[in-house]
C-alpha cells in the first residue's frame, strides 16, 4: 500500500537556525499537504501543493512539491519557539496518507 | 463559524466497555474522516464517511470498530469491547467537497485511555 516517509523523525535546534523536512511518497501523489501540531494539539492544516515543481512560501515557510510528484519539502527560515511542533506530509493517492512526522524541537 | 466539534475530549473507559466518541463538522461540511493517532506516532486513516454512507472504511479494524454519520446530528465512531491497545488520541476532520480538491479541517480530538 502507499506509503509516506518522513526525515528527519526527531530536530532540536537553536532558535534563528533553518529547518527542513523531507517527505517521500512510495507511489505518485496528487497533491500534498501539511499540518502542523503542537504538543498535546490536533493537526492544523498549513498549505496544499498540487502542481509537479510547485513552490509555496508563508512568512518564513517555504513549502516545494518534487517534479515527480512523489516528495516533498518544508523548510522554515529563522525558527522560533513558536515553531515547535510535529510536522506532518499527507500525500492523495487513493486516500490522504500522512506521514511519520518530524518533530521540531527549538531552544531559546 | 465553530470548528469541528467532537467529545468528549478525554474518556476513560475500563476493558471490555463500550467507547462513543462524537464529531460535529464544521458547517455545511458533509465530509466527514476519522484517524487514531498512538503516542509519538503519526495519524492513521480509518473512515471515510458522507451523510448517511460510508465511502471507505478501509483503515478500520473489522471487528468491534463502527462508524456512522446519519442524515441528522454528528458522526460517532463506536469502539466496542475495547482494549488496553484501543488508547489513542482519535481525531475527526471534516472537509467541504470531494475529498482530493479540499482542506480537512481537523477537531481538537478525543483522548481515549483504556484501563
Known amino acids: 500500500g502507499q506509503q509516506v516517509m518522513q526525515i528527519p523523525q526527531y530536530q532540536h535546534v537553536q532558535e534563528g537556525e533553518d529547518f527542513t523536512t523531507y517527505c517521500n511518497s512510495s507511489?505518485?501523489?496528487?497533491?500534498i499537504q501539511w499540518y502542523k501540531q503542537r504538543p498535546g494539539g490536533h493537526p492544523v492544516f498549513l498549505i496544499q501543493l498540487v502542481k509537479s515543481g510547485e513552490v509555496k512560501k508563508q512568512k518564513r515557510l517555504t513549502f516545494q512539491f518534487g517534479e515527480a510528484k512523489k516528495n516533498s519539502s518544508l523548510h522554515i527560515t529563522a525558527t522560533q519557539t513558536t515553531d515547535v511542533g510535529t510536522y506532518f506530509c499527507a500525500g492523495w493517492g487513493k486516500k490522504l496518507v500522512f506521514g511519520t512526522g518530524t518533530r521540531l524541537l527549538v531552544s531559546p | 463559524n465553530a470548528g469541528v466539534m467532537q467529545n468528549p475530549r478525554h474518556l476513560v473507559r475500563r476493558r471490555g466497555q463500550e467507547a462513543r466518541l462524537r464529531c460535529s463538522p464544521m458547517?455545511?461540511?458533509?465530509?466527514v474522516y476519522w484517524y487514531r493517532q498512538l503516542p509519538e506516532e503519526g495519524l492513521k486513516f480509518m473512515v471515510y464517511l458522507q451523510k448517511e454512507n460510508i465511502i471507505d472504511e478501509s483503515g478500520m479494524p473489522k471487528e468491534r470498530f463502527s462508524a456512522e454519520f446519519p442524515k441528522e446530528g454528528p458522526s460517532i465512531l463506536r469502539i466496542q469491547q475495547v482494549v488496553r491497545g484501543d488508547s489513542a488520541a482519535y481525531f475527526c476532520a471534516s472537509s467541504l467537497r470531494d475529498r482530493e480538491l479540499d482542506t480537512q479541517y481537523f477537531g481538537p480530538g478525543t483522548r481515549l485511555t483504556v484501563l
Open positions: 458547517k455545511g461540511h458533509s465530509h
Open positions: 507511489t505518485t501523489l496528487s497533491n
